[in-house]
C-alpha cells in the first residue's frame, strides 16, 4: 500500500472522521488517509474528540460545515441514532450508529457493526448464525458495539437478544 509522506489539504478537500471520547487512541486516521491516498481521493479524515453531551452540537458542525460524514465510537453510538435525519435498517433496529452520510438529503444513520460480524461469522468462522440460534434467547456481555449487536441481525433468527452492561441488563424482543 502507498504511504502519503503528506495529505495536501485546500478548498476541495472532503473531510470526514471518527467521533469518539476519547479518540486518540484510534488506527481510523491512520488506516482512512492510507486508503484515500491510494486511491487519489481528495479527502482527509481526522480524529473528534467529542465528550459526552456535546455530540448534538458536533454532528450540526459537521452539516453547517458541509462535511461528508463522521464514523461514530463510543460513547456515541446509542445517542446518535435520535440525531439522524434517516436510519438504514440496521440502524433502526438497533438504535444505534456508528456511521453518518451526509448529503443534500440530510443525515443517514448506519450501523455497519452488526452485518461486518455477522459476514466475519459467516465467511471467515464459518458459523451459520441463522441455522444455530433460529428462535432462541441468546444471552451475552455486552463488551462493545459487534459483540450485542450481532445478535441483533436478522439473519439470526433470534427471538430475543439479551445483554449485560455494568449494571443494567437490556432484553430486546426481535419480534416485528
Known amino acids: 500500500m502507498a504511504e502519503r509522506e ?5 478548498s476541495g478537500t472532503r473531510a470526514v472522521g471518527v ?11 491512520v488506516i482512512h488517509n492510507a486508503a484515500f491516498g491510494a486511491l487519489g481521493l481528495n479527502w482527509v479524515y481526522v480524529p473528534m474528540p467529542v465528550e459526552p453531551g456535546e455530540l448534538p452540537a458536533a454532528v450540526e458542525g459537521l452539516r453547517a460545515l458541509g462535511s461528508a460524514g463522521a464514523n461514530v465510537t463510543m460513547p456515541h453510538k446509542s445517542e446518535s441514532a435520535a440525531l439522524a435525519d434517516t436510519l438504514s435498517e440496521d440502524a433502526a433496529r438497533l438504535r444505534a450508529v456508528n456511521t453518518f452520510v451526509i448529503g443534500s438529503a440530510g443525515i443517514e444513520g448506519h450501523n455497519t457493526d452488526a452485518p461486518g460480524f455477522a459476514r466475519f461469522l459467516d465467511r471467515d468462522a464459518g458459523f451459520d448464525p441463522a441455522g444455530s440460534f433460529a428462535g432462541r434467547t441468546v444471552r451475552g456481555v455486552r463488551r462493545g458495539g459487534p459483540a450485542w449487536n450481532s445478535g441483533l441481525r436478522n439473519g439470526m433468527a433470534l427471538e430475543s437478544w439479551t445483554y449485560t452492561a455494568g449494571d443494567m441488563t437490556r432484553e430486546i424482543e426481535l419480534t416485528d
Open 6 to 10: 503528506h495529505i495536501r489539504v485546500d
Open 19 to 29: 467521533i469518539g471520547w476519547p479518540v486518540d487512541h484510534s488506527l481510523s486516521p
